[in-house]
């Protein structure tokens, strides 16, 4: 169904048949309704710029629905909470972190301007939360919604000011190829509508929002085959809708890729399991929180591989499991099962859902519900878990006994975790859980520019042509940052907005100051 019914179109009869393409003429197409295509639709209609949005959904705002917050510094909000953080401290951090593989002049734009994105939706009446961080000892950045999801509330917002200003949304009308003339230039797109059939919507530029490649098995398989487990992608618990379509439009019509096999990670998530049982079982969050503890890690060949420590950060997490077969085990003594339930709780936290400290009073029925299932096991001795795990009996029992050796010295003399959490695994029984990386979404795609046009692979701008938020490429470089919580979403707010403001200025239309 249409949010708002079609109001121009001309019908192109073609060689004598009696069959027509409905045509649309606007100035901007936005593909996709999400974080990026919802907001920056908005942005356009509300500064002059005739937009028409296609989404391939019955329904309107993809991660909208599910984010819980948005990164900004120098914020209003973050002055009046007295965080210090400033816009050139978070960029060096930023780049740091990303190991300078991503665009400096892409990601300084979008941490200078994150406090306009959160001005900009609080201004048209979005309700926030409060300022948090949701990383241990990391800066308060993440500026929460009410509720921890804009949800209805942002979505009902953007769609009433595209509307009231004459803009139109189109649901269920998937976009199918990009329009580029002779001289390079992409000058609309073809378009199924539910109702019409194949449609053609002419447009000054078009803004790719269609989300990333999360669940298109062809482009995982194509462009990160290294995010897999024994030749199966991984788990994707990302929007469905997310198929990679800007992706694919993009590059039939020359566009280059940029970190398109980034993957923004969930650390390890229960094997065998679905990831959405954990909003609904509290034993099942349990189990998910127990795979994030700080005891100690191995792979399959029952040697460590991490310092456990950093377990609260899942790029780490992703990037150190993908050398080990993206599988791994926590193995967690009786000693350890007893402060989690009712000693001092979770060694992290996860998001705003879980905190640090919480108990887990559901320990047991996890293990219980582990051993049907597969992804836990318990046993009186360590060559008997090594057994029962699958994990060469000598390997694990050198490894186990190292690493209490480590503990009795208080120095890890291999991956340097700290003393506080050097806890030896000696009292039985003794329980192990294992894990699978996960794909919470893809980080990479089109690779755009500072002003988000796409990139061709000859390194020349294609005219015409914009992405923002997933479907773009060269926030992260090879690394999501997760000490920038809600990093996400402020790109695909500044990405999207970036574009309408060059569509602008192709358009002479001036923007009104924020």
Known sequence: MKLKSLTVAVAILASGNALAVTEYNTELVIVGSGVAGLTAAAYAEENGIDTIVIEKLATTGGQLVVIEGTYAVESKTTAANMVGLTKQESFEETMDYAGWRANPALVKRIIDDSANNIHWMIDRGIKMGPLITDTVDGHRVYHTYEGHAPGAQAIGVLTDIITKNGGQIFTETPGNKLIINNKGVVTGILAESEDEGEIQINAKAVLMATGSIANSTKLLTKFAPELSIKGQP?????????????????????????????????????????????????????????????????????????????????????????????????????????????????????????????????????????????????????????????????????????????????????????????????????????????????????????????????????????????????????????????????????????????????????????
């Open 234 to 514: 991984l788990k994707s618990i990302a929007l469905p809708g997310n198929t990679g379509d800007g992706v694919t439009m993009g590059i039939a019509v020359g566009a280059d890729l940029d970190n398109e096999n980034l993957v923004i990670g969930e650390s390890l998530v229960p094997t065998n399991t679905l990831y959405k049982e954990m909003y609904s079982s509290p034993v099942m969050m349990d189990a998910y929180m127990m795979l994030k503890t700080h005891s100690l890690w191995v792979n399959f060949n029952g040697d460590r591989y991490l310092n456990e420590a950093l377990s609260g950060d899942f790029t780490i997490v992703n990037n150190a499991t993908l050398n080990q077969g993206n599988q791994a085990f926590v193995i967690i003594d009786n000693v350890k099962r007893e402060d989690l339930m009712t000693g001092g709780g979770s060694d992290t936290n996860y998001f705003t859902m879980y905190n640090k400290g919480q108990l887990m009073p559901h320990f047991d029925d996890a293990i219980k519900d582990g051993q049907k299932r597969g992804y836990a096991f318990k046993a009186n001795s360590i060559s008997e878990l090594a057994n029962i795990m699958g994990v060469n009996q000598k390997n694990l029992q050198t490894t186990v006994d190292r690493y209490n050796k480590l503990a009795k010295e208080g120095v890890d003399h291999d991956f340097g975790k700290s003393n506080q959490h050097l806890k030896p695994i000696m009292t039985p029984p003794f329980f192990a859980l294992k894990g699978d990386s996960t794909i919470c979404d893809m980080g990479g795609g089109l690779k755009i520019n500072h002003k988000s046009q796409v990139v061709s692979i000859k390194g020349e701008i294609i005219k015409g042509l914009y992405a923002a938020g997933a479907t773009a490429g060269g926030m992260y470089g090879t690394n999501y940052p997760y000490i920038n919580p809600g990093f996400a979403s402020a790109s695909s707010l500044a990405t999207g907005r970036f574009a309408v403001e060059d569509v602008a200025e192709l358009l002479n239309k001036k923007i009104k100051k924020l």
